[in-house]
């Protein structure tokens, strides 16, 4: 089985732009979930997407936005960037034991 | 509020020698995961703990779950250089896939 893949890997904004982020989870599964991992912060979750449902949302302001296609890919956006919004932006599939390799943002 | 509190947050180890990382935990959770992370790279899932007195042995690693202490352990033996990296305990404490993660414990290994 294909495993989680994440798209872009790397990518550079600058303040006030607006990014989107794509996360497939493993064929057949169906709960995608998405985390922030930052120096300062550590890893923290964002949300949790089940069957193109938000399913639970963590303390993230509303800029930080997401949703879930019925393939079960999800995406998840950030709009009107800040310079700490730069991080690496992870998500899971499925019982959260399998994790993309991530996406790297940069907001310069 | 679940919180998840690892010690200690770096370890310096020497090769061929015997540690132990904890991971405390402040409410009731249903699972508890342990998680390998390299420099620049993504989280790769070690173990899954699901219930009192699990233990789970990969390795050179062995990991622990005690529920009624709200404690996971994951014990190092013989530590070699290759298990250098960041370890992470989390623990899902809902329904769904939540998971609220400790703060990493930056493990290095010197020959």
């Known amino acids: 089985k294909a495993g989680v893949t994440q798209t872009p890997r790397y990518l550079i904004k600058t303040r006030g732009q607006q990014v989107t982020l794509s996360c497939s989870p493993i064929s057949g599964h169906r709960s995608v979930s998405w985390y922030q991992q930052t120096p300062g912060q550590g890893l923290q979750f964002l949300f949790e997407y089940f069957s193109e449902t938000q399913r639970n949302k963590g303390n993230f302001p509303g800029r930080f936005s997401g949703r879930q296609f019925s393939n079960s890919r999800s995406e998840m956006n950030v709009s009107t960037l800040e310079l700490g919004d730069s991080a690496l932006y992870l998500c899971?599939?499925?019982?959260?034991?399998?994790f993309g390799p991530g996406t790297r943002l940069l907001v310069l | 509020e679940l919180k998840v509190e690892q010690n200690p947050l770096f370890l310096s180890m020497q090769e061929g020698k015997n540690y132990t990382i904890y991971c405390n935990y402040s409410t009731t959770s249903d699972r508890l995961y342990w998680y390998r992370q390299d420099p620049g790279k993504s989280l790769e899932s070690l173990f899954v703990?699901?219930?009192?007195?699990a233990v789970k042995q990969e390795g050179r690693l062995m990991a622990s779950l005690d529920t009624k202490a709200r404690l996971s352990t994951l014990h190092i033996t013989a530590a070699v250089h290759d298990l250098s990296a960041t370890y992470f305990c989390?623990?899902?404490?809902?329904?769904?896939?939540?998971?609220?993660f400790g703060e990493g414990t930056q493990l290095t290994v010197n020959p």
């Open positions: 703990l699901l219930s009192n007195g």
């Open positions: 899971a599939s499925m019982e959260t034991q399998y």
């Open positions: 989390a623990v899902d404490g809902a329904s769904g896939s939540r998971l609220t």
